[in-house]
Every structure is written in structure tokens, then in C-alpha cells.
């Protein structure tokens, strides 16, 4: 069994101020069996790894640039995330994708400078609205997971989060037969290509709260969320995380 993982994405959320909450939730927080990974804007990464360096909270940044240095004005390479106290990055978020035109090819290079950086790379993938009302679900799944994933992705470097683009930030989420659905899929395309994948960790992702985390949690193949809203506050993303413990 994947050992659990709650991810948060606080996304362009967070000044120092915020940094209570993440006091809060090392606090309050006491799961047994889950892993949890906080991943700030660029600008908290070191003061939120400075404060949670006593506590089992990894963090981890939102993006990376797929080269270690160089002319690429704003970006941030995988290295600088991890000198700055990261574990992982997120690659491929829907947003990314949406916002910054990102390929399956791009994604995957970002990735692979995770690897070369020793993070692990959390890797969305997830169909638009348009897609799932025709019925290509499946076929933009297997299309992403393809182009996505580099060939040396391990249980222990690689995690991936299926994020329906339709579900995130929208409140909207599929029913647990979706998501279990897309999971089993994902499982199974996996273990075609990673001899490991049974270990390898499924999170979904999309308007996870405490009021459905116990019906998502319960679905075959999820082994976690990522959650972008319910992470900016310990009171929402410490019953998400206690959810999971108990699942
Ligand atoms: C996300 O940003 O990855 C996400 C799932 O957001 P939210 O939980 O707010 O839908």
C-alpha cells in the first residue's frame, strides 16, 4: 500500500503572515500514517521550511524551470527549490498548463529536473469539461500520463494527482464511481510502464474539503489529495488531513 499523502497548494496565496496557519497546523496536527506536503508561493519556501524543520511537513515549491540555471528571467530551478528547504515541486498544474501554455513535453522535462534535484515531482494531470461531457476522459488521461511522466519515475520520486480542470476551485466534484474510474485507470496504465507502480501515489484534486474527504478518501486507488482553497487554513486543511488517517 502507497503510504498516504495530503498535499496543499496554496498557489499565489500567502504572505509571512500566513505563516500562522502552518504554526497551527504543526500544532494541532498528529495523523498517524500521512505524509503532508505544503506548497507555498516561491517567496515563503525557505521561512516555511525554516519553521516546519522540527515537524514531519514537507514543503515544496508550485513549479520549477526544466533547466538547472540560466537566463530565464522569474523562473526558478529545481536546485533553488530544493537549497531553499523543498522535498517537491508540483509539476503540470492545470493552471500552468492553462496560464503558461505547458506542454506534456514541458511537464515532463520540469520533472525530470525534479529527479535531477533529488525532489520528488508531483505530477497533475486532469481533463477539461469540454472532455468530459464527450466522453474522451480516458484518452486525455492516457495522453498526459504519456507525455508527462519520464521513463525513470519511481514509487519514490513521482507522485501523481488527477485534478479534473472542471473540479478545481470550482466546488464542483465527480462522484466517487468518477474518481475511482479514472484512478483504477491510472493504475493500471502505471503498472504497463513502472514495474513499482503499485507504490506509486494517486492523489485527486479538486474542491477537496472536510465535508467530502471521507467519500473521496474512501475510493479505491486514492491514496491522498491535493487541495488548493482547504489548504490555506489549519481549521480546513487539518480535518482533511485527519480524514486520511482514519480512511
Ligand atoms: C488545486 O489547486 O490543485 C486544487 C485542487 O484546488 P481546489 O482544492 O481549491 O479545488
Known amino acids: 500500500m502507497p ?28 495523523a498517524p500514517g500521512v505524509d503532508v506536503l505544503l506548497c507555498p508561493p516561491a517567496t515563503l519556501l525557505a521561512q516555511m521550511a525554516a519553521a516546519t524543520q522540527d515537524h514531519a511537513l514537507m514543503v515544496g515549491g508550485q513549479d520549477c524551470h526544466a533547466n538547472a540555471s540560466g537566463a530565464h528571467t522569474g523562473d526558478i530551478s529545481a536546485q533553488m527549490l530544493k537549497a531553499a528547504g523543498a522535498g517537491a515541486v508540483i509539476t503540470g498544474h492545470s493552471e500552468r498548463r492553462t496560464d503558461h501554455g505547458e506542454t506534456d513535453a514541458d511537464v515532463s522535462a520540469k520533472s525530470q529536473a525534479a529527479y535531477d534535484a533529488g525532489l520528488i515531482a508531483v505530477i497533475c494531470i486532469g481533463e477539461t469539461l469540454d472532455e468530459r ?9 492516457d495522453t498526459q500520463l504519456a507525455g508527462s511522466i ?15 480542470v472542471w473540479a ?3 466546488g464542483k466534484v465527480p462522484t466517487t464511481a468518477q474518481i475511482g474510474e479514472v ?19 494517486l492523489l485527486y484534486g479538486g474542491s477537496v474539503k472536510a465535508s467530502n474527504a471521507d467519500d473521496i478518501f474512501a475510493v479505491a486507488d486514492v491514496d491522498g489529495a491535493l487541495v488548493g482553497g482547504a489548504s490555506l487554513k ?6 482533511i488531513i485527519t480524514a486520511l488517517s482514519n480512511a
Open 150 to 164: 519520464p521513463d525513470n519515475a519511481t514509487a519514490a520520486n513521482t507522485v501523481i494527482a488527477y485534478e479534473p
Open 234 to 239: 489549519a481549521s480546513d486543511f487539518g480535518p
Open 133 to 141: 461531457e464527450s466522453g474522451t476522459t480516458l484518452s486525455v488521461i
Open 3 to 30: 503510504r498516504k499523502l495530503a498535499a496543499g497548494n496554496w498557489k499565489m496565496n500567502g504572505t509571512p503572515a500566513a505563516l500562522t496557519e502552518v504554526a497551527a497546523l504543526c500544532a494541532a496536527h498528529s
Open 183 to 201: 484512478h483504477a485507470h491510472i493504475r493500471a496504465r502505471l503498472a504497463a510502464r513502472f514495474s513499482d507502480a503499485a507504490d506509486m501515489r
Open 168 to 170: 478545481i476551485g470550482t
